[in-house]
């Protein structure tokens, strides 16, 4: 069998590592905002972020020959539009994912363990850093602030839908269980004064999610502890708003059957979720990876999560849609 020169080159581009730790290198090094602020020769930008001349002119040709910088004259840079995307305060999440520095570069190298998450359908974290994430999460204070960081940027999205698009009126009181630092609950409570609640989550983030709750005016609190665990009664409705997604059915259905045996007769569980749907399809089959690689996790349909639902004893009740893949989906015991 013969092979066209397109199929090697775009073969070539597929498993090219240099480009993706390069960029992230430029953004340790601060070099986009650095050559925006003026620093534009190499010399410059040596001086500027303390990196060797040299090695700095190689790693400069590299992201010029990708597009991340321009040069106008020999040694002269300019940003372009990828580097002015990197740029954007939208991006400020993405950049900090990027940084060769942080946490993000230690979650993403998980992705070396794939083989192993292939063949066993197990997370491969453990088998690249000796323990598995959440261990991991919970020993290292900056992996568990950058998480925490990054969850919350996406639930400042779905908390005010979620505040909005669900009937809260004949509820007085919710627990979001697995609630992270108390985003999407902020955004709840602060819609429907009405309401009272509190974030469930595991000890190690206490400090972050009593700062951030203690701007709800007392309205809510923080508990301790593993929603593996039985769960604190007494709440009209819990959520579990992007956490099943980070396990596999068996722990899922596990932390379901929790919120089930809380939940009172009347009451309601609802799961939050970003769905892979047709528009996101391109990108939701990496991050489906990225959640089998790191965590032993999946993406998942409505039906999926009814199919874990049934066996903790809970029924779907209603589905609601929001933008963007958001779902709620509302489950009673049945
Ligand atoms: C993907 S984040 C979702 C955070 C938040 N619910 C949201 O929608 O942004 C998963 C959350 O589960 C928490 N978590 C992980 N293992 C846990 C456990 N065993 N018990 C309670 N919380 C846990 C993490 O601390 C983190 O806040």
Same mark, same amino acid.
């Given at each position: 069998? !013969?092979?066209d020169s397109s199929g090697?080159?775009?073969?070539?581009?597929?498993?090219?590592?240099?480009?993706? $730790?390069?960029?992230?290198?430029?953004?340790?090094?601060?070099?986009?905002?650095?050559?925006?602020?003026?620093?534009?020769?190499?010399?410059?930008?040596? =001086?500027?972020?303390?990196? +060797?001349?040299?090695?700095?002119?190689r790693l400069l040709r *590299?992201? @010029?020959?990708?597009?991340?910088?321009?040069? =106008?004259?020999?040694?002269?840079?300019? %940003?372009?539009?990828?580097?002015?995307?990197?740029?954007?305060?939208?991006?400020?999440?993405?950049?900090?994912?990027?940084?060769?520095?942080?946490? /993000?570069?230690?979650?993403?190298?998980?992705?070396?363990?794939?083989? #192993?998450? @292939?063949?066993?359908?197990?997370?491969?974290?453990?088998?690249? #850093?000796?323990? +598995?994430? &959440?261990?991991?999460?919970?020993?290292?204070?900056?992996?568990?602030?950058?998480?925490?960081?990054?969850?919350? /940027? $996406?639930? &400042? =999205?779905?908390?005010?839908?979620?505040?909005?698009?669900? +009937?809260?009126?004949?509820?007085?009181?919710? @627990?979001?269980?697995?609630?992270? !630092?108390?985003?999407?609950?902020?955004?709840?409570?602060?819609? #429907?004064? *009405?309401?009272?609640?509190?974030?469930? +989550? %595991?000890?190690?983030?206490?400090?972050?999610?009593?700062?951030?709750?203690?701007?709800?005016? /007392?309205?809510?609190? $923080?508990?301790?502890?593993?929603?593996?665990?039985?769960?604190?009664?007494?709440?009209?409705?819990?959520?579990?708003?992007? @956490?099943?997604?980070?396990?596999?059915?068996?722990?899922?259905?596990?932390?379901?059957?929790?919120?089930?045996?809380?939940?009172?007769?009347?009451?309601?569980?609802?799961?939050?979720e970003v769905l892979a749907?047709?528009? *996101?399809?391109?990108?939701?089959?990496?991050?489906?990876? =990225?959640?089998?690689? %790191?965590?032993?996790?999946?993406?998942?349909?409505?039906?999926? $999560?009814?199919?874990?639902?049934?066996?903790?004893?809970?029924?779907?009740?209603?589905?609601?849609?929001?933008?963007?893949?958001?779902?709620?989906?509302?489950?009673?015991?049945?």
């Open positions: 069998m !013969t092979s090697t080159a775009a073969l070539a581009a597929l498993v090219d590592l240099a480009t993706p $730790f390069a960029v992230r290198t430029a953004v340790a090094l601060r070099l986009p905002e650095l050559v925006r602020d003026g620093h534009t020769t190499t010399a410059a930008l040596a =001086q500027a972020c303390g990196a +060797d001349r040299d090695a700095l002119a *590299h992201l @010029v020959a990708v597009g991340l910088f321009a040069e =106008q004259a020999p040694g002269e840079h300019a %940003l372009t539009p990828v580097s002015r995307a990197l740029l954007d305060e939208s991006n400020a999440l993405l950049r900090s994912w990027l940084d060769a520095g942080g946490p /993000g570069l230690k979650m993403d190298l998980a992705y070396s363990g794939m083989l #192993h998450a @292939v063949r066993t359908g197990r997370s491969a974290y453990g088998v690249v #850093h000796g323990k +598995d994430f &959440w261990s991991d999460y919970r020993d290292d204070e900056a992996l568990r602030v950058f998480f925490g960081a990054t969850m919350a /940027g $996406f639930a &400042w =999205q779905t908390g005010p839908e979620v505040a909005a698009r669900y +009937d809260w009126s004949s509820v007085s009181s919710v @627990v979001d269980v697995g609630g992270g !630092t108390g985003a999407l609950l902020g955004a709840v409570l602060t819609e #429907h004064p *009405h309401l009272t609640g509190a974030v469930l +989550d %595991l000890p190690e983030v206490r400090p972050e999610a009593e700062e951030f709750l203690a701007d709800l005016g /007392g309205r809510a609190k $923080f508990v301790g502890g593993s929603f593996l665990d039985p769960l604190p009664t007494g709440y009209d409705v819990l959520i579990v708003s992007r @956490v099943l997604t980070d396990w596999p059915d068996e722990d899922a259905t596990r932390i379901l059957r929790r919120c089930a045996e809380a939940v009172p007769d009347e009451g309601r569980v609802l799961v939050v749907g047709e528009e *996101h399809a391109k990108n939701n089959s990496s991050f489906d990876l =990225q959640s089998l690689t %790191l965590l032993g996790g999946r993406e998942r349909r409505p039906e999926d $999560f009814d199919a874990l639902a049934a066996p903790a004893g809970l029924v779907r009740r209603a589905r609601i849609d929001g933008p963007n893949g958001l779902v709620v989906l509302e489950y009673a015991r049945g």
